[in-house]
């Protein structure tokens, strides 16, 4: 059964940090590439930040360059994204994705975790 739980989150003030965790199971952990969105109330569900599968390449959405940091450790099945000077524009639900492209494609997500920031 595949499972990705992610922690880390909850309230923080502006100009905090953050570091998400997501626990990956049931799946190849190593094979696929990790992502992380979030997803504001009444905004659609935007991309974060990317670790490929291989290399351990990144991509990062404009808003969060030179303030994220998304990193994986293949031992512990675990991806992992460090958030720094936070902002209200900030606050959303994290989600963790996991994505395996090819003859057949493979999606999955978790549950998300909260974050907010205000003072």
């Known amino acids: 059964q595949v499972q990705l739980v992610e922690s880390g989150g909850g309230l923080v003030q502006p100009g905090g940090s953050l570091r998400l965790s997501c626990a990956a199971s049931?799946?190849?952990?190593?094979?696929?590439?990790m992502s992380w969105y979030r997803q504001a109330p009444g905004k659609e569900r935007e991309l974060v930040a990317t670790?490929?599968?291989?290399?351990?390449?990144?991509i990062y959405a404009d808003s969060v360059k030179g303030r994220a940091t998304i990193s994986r450790d293949n031992a512990k099945n675990t991806v992992y994204l460090q958030m720094n000077s936070l902002k209200p524009e900030d606050a959303a639900v994290y989600y963790c994705?996991?994505?395996?492209?090819?003859?057949?494609?493979?999606?999955?997500w978790g549950q998300g975790t909260q974050v907010t920031v205000s003072s």
């Open positions: 994705n996991a994505a395996k492209y090819g003859g057949i494609t493979y999606n999955y």
């Open positions: 049931g799946f190849t952990f190593s094979s696929y590439r």
């Open positions: 670790i490929t599968s291989v290399g351990g390449s990144t």
